[in-house]
C-alpha cells in the first residue's frame, strides 16, 4: 500500500476529484494547507505572501494503481507547462491500515 498526497491550487481541487472518481480512486481526504514552495512565496507590488493556501489530497492505494493515479493528478493540475505553484505529489509507503467500524485490516 502506499499513501499518495497531492498538495494543489484550491481552484484544481475538484476537477481532480472528479477525475479520480471517474477512474475508479473514490476515497479520498482533503485539507486545506498554507505554505510555500522553492519560489519563498509571491510578492505582489509591495506585498510579500509567505503562505499560500493550497489544498491537500490523500489517498491510499496499491503499487499498482500508483501510476495511473500521479497521471491523472498531473494531468488534472496542471495550469500550463512549467507554470511554478502547480503543487507537488509525495508517494510514501503504507505499513498497514484498519477500518474502525469493522476491525478489517488493509485497503
Excluded at 57 to 65: G, K, P
Aim: charged share 25%; aromatic share 6%; proline share 4%.
Amino acid at each position: 500500500m502506499l499513501l499518495v498526497r497531492a498538495i494543489l491550487r484550491p481552484e484544481k481541487t475538484g476537477l481532480v476529484m472528479s477525475e479520480l472518481v471517474a477512474a475508479g480512486f473514490p476515497a479520498v481526504t482533503k485539507m486545506d494547507v498554507y505554505g510555500r514552495g522553492k519560489q519563498k512565496g509571491i510578492t505582489v507590488g509591495e506585498v510579500h505572501y509567505d503562505e499560500i493556501p493550497k489544498e491537500m489530497l490523500m489517498i491510499v492505494c496499491s503499487e499498482e494503481d500508483k501510476d495511473d493515479l500521479v497521471k491523472i493528478i498531473m494531468r488534472t493540475a496542471k495550469t500550463g507547462e512549467g507554470t511554478f505553484g502547480d503543487g507537488r505529489i509525495f508517494v510514501s509507503p503504507v505499513v498497514d491500515a484498519y477500518t474502525i467500524s469493522t476491525g478489517k485490516q488493509g485497503l
